[in-house]
């Protein structure tokens, strides 16, 4: 008796965009943009960007293709670094309902989302991908003339550039230690 075995049609290509799902026996470079499939939510890599006029900055094309081309996104500062968090609102969401009933009848997790509500923000990302911090968590960051955009998997974390090492250093300590952590 002849052995059955699972065959896939598709597999995996991973880069610093994310993941893209492509059709085994196809050249990955020959697809376009409609032929390919991302895998929405995974952010790696770093981009700064100068902030203009107005105290804005634009969040990365690819960025926002893979969050799906978002309207909005939340912002908040982290619980314990020097920088504000986006989040996207589906990752925002998962977090936060699981404690919606609870919230109901327990005062406790309500002052929680009465303190949550009053340090995060909704911000709109517009035609160009733009979006505004507030000056409250600008200052919060020391974000005055740029902002760095980490990619941190779910979610991007907004730092001062200065507070970083510089973009084009490979910090293999901290890497090593990152990795460790996460047993990858």
Known sequence: MAKKYFQFPYCALVGLGGIIWVEVGTNALDKTAGETERYSGVLWGRADHALDDKKRFAIPREWRELLGSPKYIFAMPDRKERCVNLIPIEEMQARLGKLREKALFDPVTMRAYQTIGAN????????QGRIRLSDRFMQFANITKAVAMIG???MIKLWDPAALAPQDAVEQEALDEALSVIQF
Do not use: E, P, T
């Open 152 to 154: 941190a998997c779910s």
């Open 120 to 127: 995060s923000a909704q911000l709109k990302i517009d035609d």
